[in-house]
């Protein structure tokens, strides 16, 4: 592996915005909002004034803060005060509902929340709810009794703290499909680490213009439409609606990213829409896909239509960002591609003994970007963090040419009439149908006890039951078809927008 060199006392905020400040870049663009643009030197300012808030608030170096903001230019003044004064950042979604908001007051003990205002409601409920001393401070806009970025004096210098390397900067939580996500304390050191190699990798440029499909209290986004460009002086679009097809084509023909942060179920509805008739995808160099695995399918669908390459990959809150991936000229779809130089990925089985080429395991990576554990769950870290490694929830199979092939999860795979079922196969093979929109499978016990695939499907236009049913037979051995097509309107998302498989299973 090759390690990238980091000094003991390292702050994000100084190596990837000011640094810029540093290199004389401060007059070049760093935001592009629909309102205008913003300066690195601008959002250093930005910065320094949200970082004098949070000390006028109380907020000491260590301690955490809530962000619940939507994208835009407050997330990002907001996110690196917060890093400059040495504090922690707990990246929520602003959307979440009460008690979802609750948990993360709760767990996080936060000394201090930003929040937008038409959310300050929701958060003293959330923050009276779990009796916790949370104080405030309001974005976009006002609201009684807390005050916003100009109530207060944000005048002179703020100081960046020295903090060490391994101090945490950012809570993540695991994108896990089921249950109550795991909170990750990630270091300096990894966000610096990573940055660096993944750049490296994939190529970001200077001249890039990137944009994103998921917000960026998903650690997805804070790298690949954030960190990222931040670190080699490039410019980030922000916004903050939802990222709908109509939003996502009207915002790429204004703004013209290169690089299109993307997860393929909004790939499958961007293909699915009228616009994708006639829009104008040249300026994209390439688009990046994770968070799920990308099906072949849709892999080949955008590249005929628009002739941009999509660099599926993975990565995990533990791991912070994606650590193997396809990378622009050398894409092998139906993978994701190789491990990002400076990282150690391996198929190994249960005992932890490494598989053969072809043989599907569980997911082991090792390299200079491992979270600190689970937040207040020993047993789980245990189970995860081992030695230098993290072990994944992922299945995996790599090939001889060193490609990996993303075979599920280990909680979702079970065995179906004594054969490995791995739903992902089933809905790559349902997404072929033309009528298709979207679809999940799930394996659900029959009444004899028995775990049988499950599928659901958002329909495009009329089709049955048993029409999808024999379209798999006819693509599949016959025990991964569906003892059930359930058609739903729209599927249910988790917190960081996968599909809530535990979700599905009580609708059946």
């Known amino acids: 592996m090759s390690a990238v060199e980091l000094p003991t006392q390292l702050n994000i905020d100084e190596r990837f915005l000011g640094a810029r400040i540093a290199e004389g870049q401060g007059d070049r663009e760093a935001l592009r909002l629909d309102t205008g643009s913003l300066t690195y030197g601008e959002v250093d300012d ?11 608030l109380g907020v000491l170096p260590e301690q955490r803060v809530l962000v619940a903001l939507r994208d835009g230019a407050d997330y990002v003044g907001a996110l690196f005060g917060i890093l400059r004064i040495g504090a922690v950042a707990v990246m929520v979604n602003p959307d979440l509902p009460l008690e979802q908001m609750r948990s993360m007051v709760e767990r996080s003990r936060a000394a201090s929340a930003v929040v937008h205002a038409d959310r300050v409601g929701l958060m003293e409920e959330a923050v009276a709810a779990a009796g916790w001393p949370t104080r405030l401070l309001v974005a976009g806009g006002e609201a009684e009794g807390h005050p916003a970025l100009g109530d207060l004096d944000t005048s002179g210098p703020c100081e960046r703290f020295p903090t060490h390397r391994d101090d945490p900067a950012i809570w993540l939580f695991s994108g896990g499909t089921t249950g109550l996500p795991k909170a990750v304390p990630q270091t300096h050191r990894s966000f610096a680490n990573t940055t660096a190699l993944y750049t490296a990798a ?7 213009v990137t944009m994103a499909v998921p917000k960026l209290y998903f650690g997805y986004a804070t790298g690949a439409n954030l960190f990222f460009p931040f670190s080699v002086g490039a410019t980030s679009v922000l916004f903050p609606e939802r990222p709908t097809p109509d ?17 393929p179920s909004a790939i ?69 591609g190789k491990p990002v130089p400076g990282f150690d990925v391996r198929v190994r089985d249960d005992e932890g003994n490494d598989l053969p080429d072809g043989e599907v395991g569980r997911l082991w990576v090792r390299g200079d970007s491992r979270g600190l554990g689970y937040w207040q769950d020993l047993d789980a870290t245990a189970e995860a963090f081992r030695g230098e490694w993290v072990v994944t929830g992922d299945l995996v199979s790599r090939d001889p040419d060193g490609y990996f092939v993303h ?92 599909i809530d498989r535990g979700a599905l299973r009580r609708l059946v």
């Open 202 to 208: 994939v190529g970001y440029r200077p001249d890039d």
């Open 46 to 56: 930005l910065v320094r004034r949200y970082g004098n808030a949070f000390r006028s």
């Open 268 to 336: 499958n509805q961007m293909l699915g829409h009228p616009k994708a008739d006639t829009a104008d995808l040249s300026s994209l160099r390439f688009v990046t896909s994770a968070g799920e695995a990308l099906p072949e399918s849709l892999y080949h669908a955008w590249k005929d239509r628009f002739g941009v390459e999509i660099l599926d990959g993975l990565g995990t809150a533990e791991m912070w960002h994606i650590f193997v991936t396809n990378v622009p000229g050398d894409v092998r779809p139906g993978t994701l």
């Open 407 to 498: 075979r599920g999860r280990a909680d979702d795979a079970v065995k179906v009439k004594g054969k490995w079922f791995r739903p992902q196969e089933l809905e790559s093979c349902l997404l072929e149908h033309p009528s298709v929109a979207e679809a999940a499978a799930v394996p659900i016990e029959d009444e004899a006890g028995l775990l049988r695939p499950v599928a659901f499907v958002v329909a495009k236009e009329d089709v049955t039951e048993a029409e999808l049913k024999q379209f798999v037979l006819e693509r599949l051995e016959p025990y991964k078809h569906p003892r059930r097509v359930v058609f739903v309107d729209s599927m249910p998302l988790t917190h960081l927008g996968k």
């Open 247 to 263: 939003v996502l084509y009207d915002k790429i023909e204004r703004h013209r990213p290169t690089i299109l942060v993307h997860v």
